[in-house]
């Protein structure tokens, strides 16, 4: 086996993931502009991280699934540390988007 082919099988499951937080990201992101204040039963304006840390847990739940759904053993570390990495990068960047709106 080629060093490095072992996750090249896994790349439609990492980009799922990316997906997948790019999309709830959003989602929270637009809700948070305009105007949602009640996030998870958090009324305060803080509440909207509490709302990005369902995402980025959701994120994780999708790259563990996504990445034993693939059946393939070698490389799995590899794989799902590219789908948690790159959903982490995601939410931190609507973390950043959203900053304005919690601070208030």
């Known amino acids: 086996?080629?060093?490095?082919?072992?996750?090249?099988?896994?790349?439609?499951?990492?980009?799922?993931?990316?997906?997948?937080a790019l999309a709830g990201a959003i989602v929270v992101v637009w809700l948070a502009y305009t105007g949602t204040e009640d996030w998870f039963g958090d009324t305060t304006m803080l509440g909207v991280y509490g709302a990005l840390g369902i995402v980025f847990a959701a994120s994780v739940l999708g790259a563990l699934?996504?990445?034993?759904?693939?059946?393939?053993?070698?490389?799995?570390?590899?794989?799902?540390?590219?789908?948690?990495?790159?959903?982490?990068?995601?939410?931190?960047?609507?973390?950043?988007?959203?900053?304005p709106v919690a601070i208030g």
Do not use: D
Request: glycine share 12%; no cysteine.
């Open 65 to 99: 699934i996504a990445q034993l759904a693939s059946r393939r053993p070698g490389g799995f570390v590899t794989r799902a540390s590219a789908s948690v990495a790159g959903a982490a990068v995601v939410v931190a960047l609507a973390a950043l988007a959203v900053a």
């Open 1 to 20: 086996m080629k060093a490095g082919s072992e996750t090249r099988g896994g790349w439609p499951g990492i980009v799922l993931v990316w997906a997948i």
